[in-house]
């Protein structure tokens, strides 16, 4: 990948710097433009949240020129969940490949470019950083505008990139968004691309990271979500009966934590039978059980956390009385929660858009939420610092 000099000359690709720059094109303040002439606009995109490194080109159509995604799923499984310090040395190792990648794909070159987006929050602080550096030297060196991504609000606005044929120019908003993933669990009130206002989430595990415990538990390789659902699929989701927390409390809030539990309680009896002995991520290695109890135990739980999601976003567009729901995140990727959505949105009469399974998990698409940003003319300064950590 050829990175032009700080000082190379502006092609007629390229559109004139926005007011609000210095002259060597390094961004002084935080500033909103009012005008901002869109003609094919291609920003690219980079996501390194957690422990898949992805890049993408949009345009302001939405248009995908071009996607990567690279993913550490064999890096981390046999630790049973991602280790940060591994997760952000592999988005080192990858990052720039992957961009060059993206770009040949595109058919672009780094001078066709309009802007720079990159997700700064929430996420693991050594991945999200990697990110940042590579954003800034870029948008730094093809003088070029930066644009902070919010990845909650990202995994909602991919439910925009993959419906626009369809949607209103607006976009599926105002709506109930619920992001599902590994991190977070959480509901929000959906105004407007980017402005989101947080309705509920999880008090104590996000339901993939529930997903990946009861897994290990029943000696299922990671990530659990596809483990999950594979065994799940010979499985009976009725032969037991494990808790559904705060289903039926007004409070739109939800609670994996007992569920897991359950799932341990069943397998071992209160308390921890086997001592000292561990599987991935450090959860007791399962006692002796048919490959049908695996099934039935999955399946079971696999019902009970999909009845909850279910159920309490059903609760979220009654109590705030919109009818349309966006879901996306990882866990959004499951087929029985996918198909109970439907079968809800039929029953209770409600909008539903649910992000391709491609497009569920981490991605730079989504990263199309820059557009937004682009034309309500917000950009960062070069100073900008990411947000890691977990929102709840």
């Known amino acids: 990948m050829n990175l032009p000099g700080a000082c190379g000359s502006v092609t007629s690709l390229q559109k004139p710097q926005p007011s609000g720059y210095s002259s060597d094109g390094v961004q002084c303040n935080t ?79 780094l001078t066709n470019l309009d802007a720079i987006a990159v997700a700064t929050m929430p996420g693991l602080a050594g991945s999200l950083l990697v990110g940042l550096i590579a954003a800034k030297t870029l948008a730094l060196v093809l003088q070029k505008p ?105 409070r739109l809030a939800f609670s994996f934590s007992g569920l897991k539990t359950a799932v341990r309680y069943h397998l071992f009896g209160v308390g921890d039978s086997k001592p000292g002995s561990s599987g991935a991520g450090g959860v007791s290695l399962i006692p002796p059980v048919s490959e049908s109890e695996v099934s039935d135990i999955a399946a079971s739980f696999q019902e009970a956390a999909v009845d909850c999601l279910v159920g309490k976003s059903v609760q979220a567009l009654k109590q705030i009385g919109l009818s349309t729901l966006c879901v996306g995140g990882g866990v959004a990727a499951n087929a029985r929660f996918r198909k109970k959505l439907e079968d809800s949105a039929h029953k209770n009469d409600f909008r539903l858009y649910m992000a391709p399974p491609a497009l569920c998990t981490d991605n730079a698409v989504m990263g199309a939420i820059a557009v937004e940003r682009y034309q309500a003319g917000l950009f960062e300064p070069l100073d900008l610092d990411v947000s890691p950590g977990l929102v709840r």
């Open 146 to 250: 930066l644009i902070a991504v919010n990845h909650l609000q990202a995994h909602i606005y991919a439910c925009k990139v993959a419906f626009k044929a369809e949607l209103p120019d607006g976009g599926p908003f105002p709506c109930v968004g619920l992001i599902v993933s590994g991190g977070h669990t959480s509901l929000y009130r959906c105004n407007g691309a980017i402005d989101f206002t947080l309705l509920g989430g999880t008090i104590d595990d996000a339901a993939g990271e529930a997903f990946d415990k009861v897994a290990a538990m029943l000696g299922l390789p990671y990530p659990g979500g596809p483990s999950i659902q594979k065994a799940a699929a010979t499985g009976n989701p009725k032969a037991y009966s494990f808790p559904r927390s705060l289903l039926h409390e007004d």
């Open 31 to 109: 500033v909103r433009l009012t005008s901002i002439p869109l003609s094919m606009l291609r920003i690219l995109t980079l996501e390194t949240t957690c422990d898949e490194t992805a890049a993408a080109v949009v345009t302001d159509s939405l248009e995908v020129l071009g996607s990567v995604v690279v993913s550490q799923d064999s890096l981390h499984q046999k630790f049973g969940g991602v280790v940060p310090e591994i997760a952000s040395r592999a988005h080192l190792e990858n990052l720039l490949p992957v961009i060059d990648e993206t770009l040949r794909r595109a058919g672009i070159s």
